[in-house]
C-alpha cells in the first residue's frame, strides 16, 4: 500500500495534466488502435501512468529500506 496508493493519486494527477493538453485521437501511437474511443485512450493511458509511478515508487522504497532490512524482516 504504501507503493500503489501514492502511485494512483500521481496517476490521476499526471493523465489530467496529460489529457488537458493533448486530444488522444492526435497522438499516432493510439490513433490506430483506439480511434473510435476516447475512453478507451484515457483508461489505457490511466493504467500505462500507474504502472510506471509504481515502480518508480517501488524503487524508491526499496533503496530506503534496502535489501538488509527486508531480510531482518523475513528472519
Known sequence: MQVLWPAFLMAIVAEG???SMIDP???RIVADWLRESRVAAYTV???VFWA???A???ITW???HGVGQAAQREG
Open 25 to 27: 485521437r492526435e497522438l
Open 52 to 54: 510506471l509511478f509504481a
Open 45 to 47: 493511458a490511466f493504467f
Open 62 to 64: 526499496f533503496l530506503a
Open 17 to 19: 495534466i496529460f489529457f
Open 56 to 58: 518508480s515508487s517501488g
